[in-house]
């Protein structure tokens, strides 16, 4: 697989976990509900879009389903995404009003009994879906799901150059723009910070590569831990000489990106596989010129989604009602000698966020193309959990900061596997984990707000300015 197809492949998942944890920083960041249950949601919005939107007959299935919404659309324009969208407002639906018969005997419980609970009511549905074939075909899971508009891929439109300019400009712009927010992340860092980091970074990298050149080596390795450890330090100084530790992380983080996605492959195979990293939304082998794949149009697609999702949680938590919920996280007594239902705003930001978590599920699904009780564990909160606390809690930017951060680690480490023997693959998944809760940990002791901390609001009423 080229580096930009794997690329596509991280970048979609974190599309997808960003939404789902857009859906938990409702509950958690801005009302202080901790819902360890969460993934329930992700699972009843996976299953729901899908039983509206597959084949009414499915070799292989016995459960419920087959509703067919793209099928019975099929006449009109467009027919086949109206009906996906339909079963994806579906899934929503009802992942939102799961939530509120889980919630209502549920949220008068203290946060800790309240999160213990959520836990549990997500075991027990996981246990349901898993033993009850009747349902959702058990643990045999769904395999023929419906995907928007697949008969129109790939998509080439035009000519070599036509197809090329289309696909490929906007995978400029996109380099582009990232480039401008990333100089304004690193603006403030001096020019001697950026070159101890940058030596750390190095000292660090050269460290890793003498462990994996031969990993049963003893001295090799004593070298490379001996490296790892002079690069940590050396890292450490350019931390210690800024007040904008989170702008080295990000020139850090920056550089090793660059190594990976465009130096590596220069070195490697050349100028074309360059090329075609850099013009990620063109794929050359779709079609006889080249064009756009399944893949990325999901990628496009899910971004899209994810946009929505965004301003519309911004627009929720920035109004006079999120200023409720952000003081029943702080103390819902408060709220209440006001004259404020707090029960009842409890139950609407955990069906808001529940269906936030719904619609991940169903972008899940189309993505993966196969579902089973086995991918909504418990740990899949747990993960959202991680990246808010990392990005930063109460922000919806830090959400997608910190799912960024945490599937680059959890996902974007496998191809680490290539340098090390396979007899290690399980060591090496364990290792992922290890780094992530060591950066959890180091994230929590410097700057336990997280790497952006809470979003700043806009007061309104000072200034000339009105409140509702």
Do not use: C
């Amino acid at each position: 697989m080229a580096v930009a197809d794997f690329a596509v492949t991280i970048a979609t998942f974190i599309v997808i976990y960003s939404l789902f944890g857009l859906g938990l920083n409702v509950k958690f960041g801005f009302t202080g509900l901790i819902d360890f249950g969460h993934v329930a949601y992700f699972m009843i919005g996976a299953y729901v879009t899908v039983v509206l939107t597959m084949p009414a007959s499915t070799a292989a299935y016995r459960g419920l389903g087959g509703f067919a919404l793209p099928e019975f659309l099929s006449a009109i324009p467009g027919g086949s995404l109206i009906g996906w969208l339909l079963g994806l407002a579906g899934g929503m639906l009802a992942a939102a009003l799961v939530s509120l018969f889980v919630g209502i005997p549920t949220l008068r419980l203290r946060e800790d009994y309240l999160a213990i609970t959520a836990l549990g009511v997500a075991t027990i549905l996981n246990a349901v879906v898993h033993n009850e074939h009747w349902l959702f075909n058990g643990p045999f899971g769904i395999r023929d799901i419906h995907q928007p508009l697949a008969t129109a891929f790939p998509l080439s439109p035009g000519t070599f150059l036509v197809s090329l300019a289309i696909f490929g400009i906007p995978s400029l712009a996109i380099f582009a723009y990232a480039g401008y927010k990333l100089w304004g992340v690193l603006e403030p860092v001096s020019l001697r910070t950026a070159g101890i980091a940058t030596a750390g970074g190095l000292v660090f990298v050269a460290g890793f590569a003498a462990i994996a050149i031969d990993f049963g080596d003893l001295v090799l390795g004593a070298a490379g831990i001996l490296l790892l450890v002079a690069g940590g330090y050396i890292a450490r100084v350019a931390f210690q000489e800024t007040d904008v530790p989170g702008a080295v992380a990000g020139l850090l983080a920056a550089e090793l990106f660059i190594v990976w996605y465009f130096v590596a492959p220069l070195v490697q195979e050349g100028a074309f596989v360059l090329l075609r990293n850099t013009l990620f939304l063109y794929d050359p082998a779709a079609g006889p010129n080249g064009g756009l794949d399944y893949d990325r149009f999901l990628l496009v697609f899910g971004g899209a989604l994810l946009v929505l999702a965004y301003y519309w949680v911004e627009r929720t938590v920035n109004s006079p009602y999120g200023r409720v919920l952000r003081s029943i996280r702080e103390d819902e007594d408060v709220p209440e000698a006001l004259g404020k239902d707090t029960f009842r705003y409890k139950i609407q930001s955990l069906a808001f966020g529940s269906a936030l978590a719904g619609a991940a599920g169903g972008l899940w699904a189309t993505n993966i193309g196969f579902i089973d009780p086995s991918q909504f564990a418990a740990t899949v909160t747990f993960f959202a959990f991680t990246a808010v606390i990392i990005g930063g809690t109460a922000n919806n930017k830090g959400v997608i900061l910190g799912t960024v951060v945490f599937w680059s680690i959890n996902a974007g480490t496998r191809f680490l596997d290539d340098y090390f023997p396979s007899k290690y693959a399980i060591q090496l998944a364990a290792a992922r984990l290890i780094l992530i809760g060591v950066l959890l940990i180091v994230i929590l002791y410097y700057r336990p707000e997280g790497i952006l901390g809470e979003q700043d609001y806009p007061v309104r009423g000072i200034g000339g300015g009105t409140d509702d």
